[in-house]
C-alpha cells in the first residue's frame, strides 16, 4: 500500500526537543520537494518547511534556527527535527510529499496520517 508513516510526536515541555520521521511506504520519493506542514485548531494548515530533490531547504521565518528538515533517500524517510519547542508549536504535524509507487500505479501527491506535537509552557 503506498502511503506516509509518520512518528515521533508527543508531550514535550517549552525549550525540549522532538524528531518527527515520515517514511515511504509501498514507495519512493520522487525528486519533488517534500514539505512538512502543520494545523493547530482553529487555525489553517501552515507549510512550515521543504526539502527539495538535491538538498535544499526552507523554513517558516518563525521555526528558522530551531527546525531542521532532512531527508535519507536510501531510506525513504523524512525528519523534522524540532529544538528549543514554544507552546505555539503546538499542532498536528502532517507530511506531503510525492511517491512512485514501486509496483502498479500512477505517481501522485500523497498526505501522512499527522502527528500530534504539544509543547507545555
Not at 511506504?25 to 517534500?34: K, L, M, P, V
Not at 526552507?58 to 523524512?78: L, P
Not at 500505479?105 to 498526505?111: E, H, L, S, T
Request: aromatic share 10%.
Amino acid at each position: 500500500q503506498v502511503q506516509l508513516v509518520e512518528s515521533g510526536g508527543g508531550l514535550v515541555q517549552a525549550g525540549g526537543s522532538l524528531r518527527l520521521s515520515c517514511a515511504a511506504s509501498g514507495s519512493t520519493f520522487s525528486r519533488n520537494a517534500i514539505g512538512w506542514y502543520r494545523q493547530a485548531p482553529g487555525n489553517q494548515r501552515e507549510l512550515v518547511a521543504t526539502i527539495g530533490g538535491g538538498g535544499s531547504t526552507n523554513y517558516v521565518d518563525s521555526v528558522k534556527g530551531r527546525f531542521t528538515i532532512s531527508r535519507d533517500n536510501a531510506k525513504n524517510t523524512v525528519y523534522l527535527q524540532m529544538n528549543s519547542l514554544k507552546p505555539e508549536d503546538t499542532a498536528v504535524y502532517y507530511c506531503n510529499a510525492h511517491l512512485i509507487p514501486r509496483v502498479a500505479g500512477i505517481p501522485a501527491w500523497y498526505w501522512g496520517q499527522g502527528t500530534q506535537v504539544t509543547v507545555s509552557s
